[in-house]
């Protein structure tokens, strides 16, 4: 993986901090004090990879037990063998390896006693990895062995590292494909390589929780999320801020880019939406060619196709809404009224089925369903859509006609938002109390989203100006829909408009 000198930072009020790798943590466990003063001397200026190190200290094997419950990133123990018993030290690899269940922490035993060697049995059986006299531990040979326990254990864990990651990019990626709005994804797919980040630590991976997440929508910037000092930030500043970085990346062909200044950068892509750019603070990834198959990229590959298939589905979803949309207008076009008409009844009706206890996805397609509920009216001549007057007995009967047609044109489908809409076509002028057309139906013979829609849609005939009629004030629509609770309408239905009638204004306000 390359990395892009030409992306210069932008002067960001965001800096990063600088990396550090945490020091390697090792436990001195000795009951002579002058062997944990000899011991710390000899490692004061010892670095191995970047990391220093940091000495614990027990003096008995019973502290050590305490220490090694807390504390579960212990590299290397350098183990007295006779404490308070004569296989104190001894006991103690036993209780590790089996009790404590710690496989990966590497054991050099001391010894100021050779007569007293520990068992063979003990080296064999429980992986130490060093059996030293402690005259024999110079400077020198205390740095070797150090280095080289430390080493033996940075790969075990990795390994282990390594396997937990497998399990956690398998778990997370099933997690985020779950994620139905891109902001809840985007948010998932930080949080998860923010924890595969503790994992791969030793990979160069360091992270600070300072992300954010920007698609480019039109050429416009939308954080889709933040975390931590981005937190807040608005599209402007990020135009500022990011606007040249974004677009170097997204000329790109790479999925996971290092920046200056420790910033790392992982591209979402799809072919037919626009990507994301995930710009992470304090992180810098080796550009190792092994690191091909490591968890980091593991993860972006599955993320990457869950983020096709959730710009798939959005796509869908907008597709579907816009389409309703467009011909609810244009048949509200036909009958002389505004656009907005479609839009106030879909808004309407989904505050209102909310308010009836229905899903926020029930509700969503009803929104998207309700401009569909006229379509029959496409069928109604001109000469009656258009009639100034009264119609008469005639033009009435071909008039109430659009119901049943609007329900036969989208009737036999299996897509839940065009059932819902045949239902609305069907079922908008039944009355709660019966007496309505075209089936006469009453009560909960009349399928719900119907009742839900017949009130935003009387409701909204009444203040609009319609050939036949005059626009009523907004109290004088509220005091006859109060009046036919229970008679028009489903006084549950009723109810829910009265309930949120402050939202329900709003969108008159914004939709005249
Ligand atoms: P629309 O104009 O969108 O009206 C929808 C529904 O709102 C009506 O369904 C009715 O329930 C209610 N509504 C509208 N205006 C009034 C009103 O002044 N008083 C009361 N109490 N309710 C009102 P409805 O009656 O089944 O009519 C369905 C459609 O038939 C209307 O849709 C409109 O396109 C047409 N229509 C109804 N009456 C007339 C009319 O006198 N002349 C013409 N040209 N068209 C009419
Ligand atoms: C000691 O107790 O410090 C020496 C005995 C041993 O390390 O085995
Ligand atoms: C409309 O929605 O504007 C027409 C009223 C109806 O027939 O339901
Ligand atoms: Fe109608
Ligand atoms: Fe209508």
Redesign the pocket.
């Known amino acids: 993986m390359p990395e892009y000198s030409f992306l210069s930072n932008e002067k960001s009020s965001f800096e990063p901090t600088q990396v550090q790798g945490d020091p390697w943590k090792v436990l001195v466990v000795d009951d002579e004090p002058d062997i944990h003063t000899i011991t710390e001397l000899a490692l004061s200026d010892f670095e191995y990879q970047n990391r220093g190190i940091e000495l614990l200290h027990a003096n008995s094997a019973a502290e050590a037990k305490e220490i090694l419950q807390q504390e579960d990133d212990i590299g290397l123990i350098l183990l007295d063998v006779v404490m308070e018993s004569r296989d104190a030290g001894l006991l103690l690899v036993i209780w590790i390896r089996e009790e404590l269940k710690n496989n990966q922490v590497r054991i050099v035993l001391r010894t100021g006693q050779p007569g007293d060697a520990p068992e063979r049995q003990v080296v064999r059986d429980y992986d130490i990895n060093g059996y030293k006299e402690k005259s024999e531990l110079t400077a020198n040979k205390l740095y070797t062995v150090t280095c080289s326990s430390l080493r033996s254990y940075q790969d075990i864990h990795s390994l282990m590292a390594h396997e937990a990651g497998m399990k956690k990019v398998i778990e997370s990626t099933g997690d985020i494909f779950g994620k139905r709005s891109l902001g809840l994804f985007v948010e998932g797919v930080l949080e998860q390589i923010f924890s595969l980040s503790k994992l791969e630590r030793s990979m160069n991976l360091v992270i600070e929780d300072n992300s954010i997440a920007i698609q480019r929508n039109h050429g416009d910037y939308e954080v889709v999320a933040a975390t931590g000092c981005y937190r807040g930030i608005s599209d402007i500043d990020v135009r500022a801020e990011f606007g040249t970085t974004v677009e170097k990346l997204l000329a790109t062909d790479e999925r996971i880019v290092n920046l200056p200044n420790n910033k790392l950068a992982i591209i979402l892509r799809c072919p037919f939406s626009d990507a994301t750019v995930l710009l992470l603070n304090n992180m810098t990834y080796s550009s190792d060619e092994k690191n091909q198959y490591s968890l980091l990229n593991l993860f972006i590959s599955n993320v990457n196709i869950a983020y096709e298939n959730l710009s798939l589905q959005a796509q869908t979803e907008r597709t579907q809404k816009e389409i309703a949309y467009r011909l609810g207008e244009a048949i509200e076009n036909r009958?002389n009224e505004s656009g907005n008409h479609v839009k106030r009844v879909a808004m309407t009706s989904e505050l209102l089925a909310l308010g009836c206890g229905l899903s926020a996805a029930k509700a969503q397609i009803i929104k998207i369903a309700s401009p569909l509920h006229d379509i029959g009216k496409i069928a109604c001549p001109d000469a009656?859509?258009h009639?100034e007057?009264?119609?008469d007995a005639d033009e009435w009967e071909t008039?109430k006609q659009h119901a049943l047609i609007g329900e036969e044109m989208l009737s036999g489908s299996d897509l839940e938002i065009i059932k819902t809409a045949a239902n609305l076509a069907g079922g908008h002028?039944e009355r709660w109390e019966g007496g309505g057309y075209p089936r006469n139906l009453s009560g909960e013979d009349i399928p719900l989203e119907a009742r839900i829609t017949a009130v935003a849609?009387?409701f909204d005939?009444?203040v609009s100006k319609?050939?036949?009629?005059d626009a009523w004030t907004i109290e004088d629509a509220l005091e006859?829909i109060k009046s036919e609770k229970g008679k028009q309408f489903d006084p549950k239905v009723v109810d829910s408009l009265l309930e949120n009638l402050d939202d329900i204004l709003e969108i008159y306000k914004n939709y005249k």
């Open positions: 009958s009656i859509l009639k007057g009264k119609l008039m002028h849609d009387v005939a009444l319609r050939c036949y009629k006859l």
